[in-house]
C-alpha cells in the first residue's frame, strides 16, 4: 500500500517536472545566457595567444557564473581579467566571470575575455572561431564569432581622433 502510493507520487512529480521544464528553475543556464557581438581578435605573427570577447546577456533572476571556456583554434582557453597597479596593466586568470541576474557582462579589450592561448591553426580575419562556454551548473554553449583584424581597428581608431582634432 505504502509502496503504491509512493510511487503514485513519483510518477506525479515527473510529470510536473517535465510540464514545468522551461521553468527557470530548472532551466539550463546555458539557455538564460544570451551573446552579443562576439570576436576573436586577429593574431599579429608570432603571437603565443590571441583574446576572444563579447557580451554575455542573463535573461534569469539568478546570476550565473561563466567557469570555462574552450576552443577549436588554440589548445587551452583561459578567462583573465585586466588589473591596473599604478598604471601597469597585468592579466591574471579568474576562475569565473559573474554575470548578474538581468544584468550583463561585457568581455571587452582592457578588461574581462577569454585568452586563447597557444593556437593550434593561424586565426585571421575573415575565419570564424567556435568557443565553447561552460556555466556553473555544467551546461553549456558555443559561440561562433568572426576574427577581427587589429589593423582595421587601429585605422578607425586613427580616422576617429584625425575627425576630432579638426
Ligand atoms: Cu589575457
Known amino acids: 500500500m505504502n509502496f503504491r502510493l509512493n510511487t503514485t507520487t513519483y510518477a506525479l512529480t515527473l510529470g510536473l517536472l517535465s510540464a514545468?521544464?522551461?521553468?527557470?528553475?530548472?532551466?539550463?543556464?546555458?539557455?538564460?545566457?544570451?551573446?552579443?557581438?562576439?570576436?576573436?581578435?586577429?593574431?599579429?605573427?608570432?603571437?603565443?595567444?590571441s583574446a576572444a570577447f563579447m557580451t554575455l546577456t542573463n535573461q534569469s533572476d539568478q546570476n550565473i557564473q561563466l567557469v570555462k571556456a574552450s576552443t577549436n583554434v588554440a589548445k587551452s582557453a583561459e578567462l583573465h581579467t585586466h588589473t591596473n597597479n599604478n598604471g601597469v596593466m597585468r592579466m591574471r586568470q579568474v576562475s569565473f566571470f559573474e554575470i548578474p541576474a538581468k544584468g550583463e557582462a561585457k568581455l571587452q579589450p582592457g578588461g574581462n575575455h577569454i585568452m586563447l592561448i597557444s593556437p593550434t591553426q593561424p586565426i585571421q580575419a575573415g575565419h570564424n572561431v567556435t568557443v565553447t562556454l561552460t556555466f556553473k551548473d555544467g551546461s553549456s554553449k558555443q559561440v561562433d564569432m568572426p576574427v577581427k583584424s587589429i589593423m582595421k581597428q587601429v585605422m578607425k581608431q586613427h580616422d576617429h581622433d584625425h575627425k576630432h582634432h579638426h
Open 20 to 49: 514545468l521544464s522551461s521553468s527557470p528553475l530548472l532551466a539550463a543556464q546555458a539557455d538564460d545566457i544570451q551573446v552579443s557581438d562576439p570576436f576573436t581578435r586577429e593574431m599579429p605573427p608570432g603571437a603565443f595567444a
